[in-house]
């Protein structure tokens, strides 16, 4: 299963030092040389640096990368949790390179107007949108809050192009979406971690213990399926919401900062009820750390898939002329010392996955998704005893 690109796992951005001589590189600069004299399109200097950097990040691991200004940018973007814009998620397609609307942002100017997914991206402010131009078309929606954007898009069923004049505004990347289930019992979708989502998850649960009256919710399925992790403290944070004592996750990497150990505070927002987590393939780093701390600690019981299997912390250090290393650091490891890297969780309870992209889109409908139904008979079938011995015995 397609993993998404996680933005930051650990949230350090460490200042740049001042760069020590460097030796000599007879090899690359010999390299270098023969690409500058010799190919057969011009390349400056700078493009060779540049491509040096990238490949020699990119040889160390799968999740360390080199970061120009506007990927830096998108990151920053994704582990704040805010920005100015009109509140469109939007990808390029395999095929044909068109940009859509994956979908329009809750309460954003988009979602307002009425924007929809699945709806193509033809001009923006006037100028056609190509074929590829991801990066592009995000940035010219993108600004300071208060001047207009102009769409225009294609809709199935529709003969004619529609046009939106859309206000930019500040957009809240929501990360949480809960539910009530019926019988006393809550849904929360986790989709990643950002720097917003802690508050969030913390509020939604307020929000279903509210609905509930005067009865506490009975249990609650979290929902962590196709969550690539993100910022490690809300994912600690989130984890530390079901716990009131004992380690969450622990670190070891090659300098002091690199090792460390995240603690649960007291405090259990459910009070003891249960928890079933859904788990699969997508779920990796963070969402691996919650489950696995959750589990560990007997809080929970996951079911699902097996989990990606991403147990690397990535630092992000900023460089020159707005671009950043993502750096891997340290290797982190559950509560009982089990580290996950390339080998994921093993659900409790296996569930397979739904094969049709109908039900694929998580959380948008948890009342019509198989595995939350699975879950929340889990929840009714079984006491909280259950719950704890299934959970431990691993």
Request: a negative charge; zero cysteines; aromatic letters at 4%.
């Amino acid at each position: 299963m397609h993993v998404r690109n996680v933005v930051t796992e650990r949230h350090a951005f460490v200042p740049t030092k001042p760069a020590a001589a460097r030796p000599e590189h007879p090899l690359l600069d010999e390299v270098a040389e023969h690409v500058r004299r010799e190919y057969v399109d011009p390349v400056s200097r700078g493009q060779l640096e540049e491509a040096a950097v990238e490949g020699m990040v990119a040889s160390l691991d799968p999740h360390s990368e080199f970061l120009d200004a506007a990927a830096y940018d998108e990151m920053r973007t994704s582990t704040a949790g805010t920005y100015s814009g009109v509140g469109i998620e939007v990808t390029a397609e395999e095929d044909s390179g068109r940009i859509v609307v994956v979908s329009p942002i809750e309460g954003s100017p988009a979602d307002r107007a009425g924007v929809r997914a699945g709806d193509a991206l033809l001009e923006v402010d006037g100028k056609p949108v190509a074929p590829g131009s991801l990066d592009q078309t995000i940035a010219r929606m993108r600004g300071l809050a208060g001047p207009h954007v102009s769409i225009v898009i294609g809709r199935k069923g529709e003969p004619e192009p529609l046009r939106f004049e859309l206000e930019r505004s500040e957009v809240h990347l929501r990360t949480v979406r809960a539910e009530r289930l019926p019988g006393g019992y809550g849904y929360v979708r986790v989709s990643h971690f950002s720097d917003s989502t802690p508050g969030d998850f913390d509020g939604a649960i307020v929000e279903l213990q509210a609905a509930a009256g005067a009865s506490p919710l009975r249990g609650l399925v979290l929902d962590l399926r196709d969550n690539p992790g993100g910022v490690l403290e809300s994912a600690v944070s989130v984890a530390d919401s079901f716990l009131d004592s004992g380690m969450i996750v622990r670190a070891d990497g090659r300098t002091p900062d690199a090792r460390f150990e995240m603690d649960a505070t007291p405090g259990d927002l459910l009070n003891g009820a249960p928890v079933v987590v859904l788990v699969d393939g997508g779920s990796a780093s963070g969402a691996e750390i919650v489950a696995g701390a959750l589990r560990d600690h007997g809080r929970a019981t996951l079911m699902g898939e097996r989990t990606y299997g991403k147990g690397s912390v990535q630092t992000v250090m900023p460089l020159r002329d707005g671009e950043a290393l993502k750096l891997t650091t340290s290797r982190y490891f559950t509560p009982s010392g089990r580290s996950i890297q390339a080998r994921g969780l093993e659900p409790d309870v296996r569930v397979a996955a739904p094969t049709d992209e109908a039900h694929r889109d998580y959380g948008r409908d948890a009342g019509s998704d198989p595995e939350v139904r699975s879950a929340l008979q889990y929840l009714r079938d079984r006491s909280l005893g259950t719950h704890v011995a299934l959970a431990t015995k691993r």
